[in-house]
C-alpha cells in the first residue's frame, strides 16, 4: 500500500497545479474520511484495528482522484462511507472486497449528485477553497465533446500533448496520463503489479479506436485523444489491478484486460 501511495503521489501534485489548493484539500478530506470511518467501523464491529495497512488511505486517493475538484466536502464523505463501511469493511475488510471500494463511491456519489459530479473546472484556473466556483467551471471535457461528435471543436481546444500532460478538465486524479504511466511504471519495476492487465487493458481500448475513427480526424489522433482521456490510464493502472478484484494467472490477467477494454 506504501508503493501505492508514492505511485499516486504524481498525479496528486499534477492535480495541484492544474487546479490549485482545491484539489489538495478534497483528496486530504477524501482520505481523512476514510481513515476515521474505517477506524470507527472497526472499533464498532470489535475488530482489529487495520488502519495502519494504510488501505484506507489508498482508497480515500482513489476516491478524490474519480470526482471532480468542485465536489462539495460532504459528498465526499458520504462517497468514503460508502467504500469503507459498505464495500470494504461490511464483506470482511480487505481482501475480501467484491469490488473496487473507490469505484463503487464514485457510483453512489454520480447516481444520487449527477450535476455535481459531472461540473468541471477549468484547467489552471483559481477554484475557492470554500464558496461558489460558478465562474472556473465547464460541461467540456474532450470526451463530452468527442461524445457530441463535434471533432473540429475538439481538436481547436484541446491538442494531444494537453490530453498527455494534463491541460484539461475532468476529475482531480485522472487528467495526467504522464504523471499516471509514471506510477504505473514504478508500481511495475518494485513488482506491485504486473504490466499484463494494464497493457491489455489500454491496447484493446487503442485497437477499436483506430479501427472506428470517425471522419474529420485521423485514426491515430483519435486514439491518442480516447486513450490520454476519460481516466483510461487510473482505470487501468491503479483500478483493474486491484489485488482483490483481479485474476492472479498471467492469462487471467490478459484475458480480464481485453474484457476491461472491450467493456471501455
Given at each position: ?64 482522484f474519480v470526482c471532480p475538484p468542485t465536489l462539495p466536502y460532504w459528498m465526499i464523505i458520504i462517497g468514503a462511507f460508502f467504500a469503507i463501511v459498505v464495500v470494504k469493511q461490511l464483506f470482511g475488510g480487505i481482501g475480501c472486497n467484491f469490488m473496487n ?164
Amino acid at each position: 500500500m506504501g508503493d501505492v501511495i508514492i505511485a499516486l503521489i504524481p498525479a496528486v501534485l499534477a492535480s495541484g497545479i492544474i487546479f490549485g489548493y482545491q484539489s489538495l484539500i478534497v483528496m486530504a478530506v477524501s482520505v481523512l474520511s476514510c481513515v476515521v470511518l474505517e477506524y470507527i467501523c472497526r472499533k464498532v464491529m470489535k475488530r482489529d484495528n487495520t488502519v495502519t495497512d494504510l488501505s484506507a488511505v489508498v482508497t480515500g486517493m482513489l476516491l478524490a482522484f474519480v470526482c471532480p475538484p468542485t465536489l462539495p466536502y460532504w459528498m465526499i464523505i458520504i462517497g468514503a462511507f460508502f467504500a469503507i463501511v459498505v464495500v470494504k469493511q461490511l464483506f470482511g475488510g480487505i481482501g475480501c472486497n467484491f469490488m473496487n471500494p473507490a469505484l463503487v463511491g464514485r457510483a453512489v456519489l454520480l447516481a444520487s449528485y449527477a450535476t455535481a459530479m459531472t461540473t468541471w473546472a477549468v484547467p489552471m484556473s483559481k477554484l475557492s477553497i470554500f464558496g461558489s466556483n460558478a465562474d472556473a467551471v465547464t460541461s467540456s471535457t474532450p470526451l463530452a465533446i468527442m461524445k457530441g461528435g463535434d471533432l473540429a471543436s475538439l481538436t481547436s481546444n484541446y491538442s494531444v500533448v494537453d490530453m498527455f500532460l494534463g491541460r484539461i478538465g475532468g476529475s482531480l486524479g485522472e487528467v495526467s496520463a504522464l504523471m499516471l504511466l509514471l506510477g504505473g511504471v514504478y508500481l511495475v519495476i518494485r513488482k506491485v503489479i504486473s504490466w499484463h492487465t494494464p497493457v491489455a487493458f489500454i491496447a484493446t481500448v487503442a485497437v477499436l479506436c483506430l479501427i472506428s475513427a470517425p471522419a474529420g480526424i485521423s485514426a491515430v489522433d483519435y486514439m491518442l485523444y480516447n486513450v490520454f482521456g476519460g481516466g483510461l490510464m487510473l482505470g487501468a493502472i491503479f483500478m483493474a489491478t486491484d489485488y482483490a478484484t483481479s485474476p492472479v494467472t498471467k492469462p487471467g490477467q490478459i484475458i480480464f484486460g481485453i474484457g476491461c477494454g472491450l467493456l471501455t
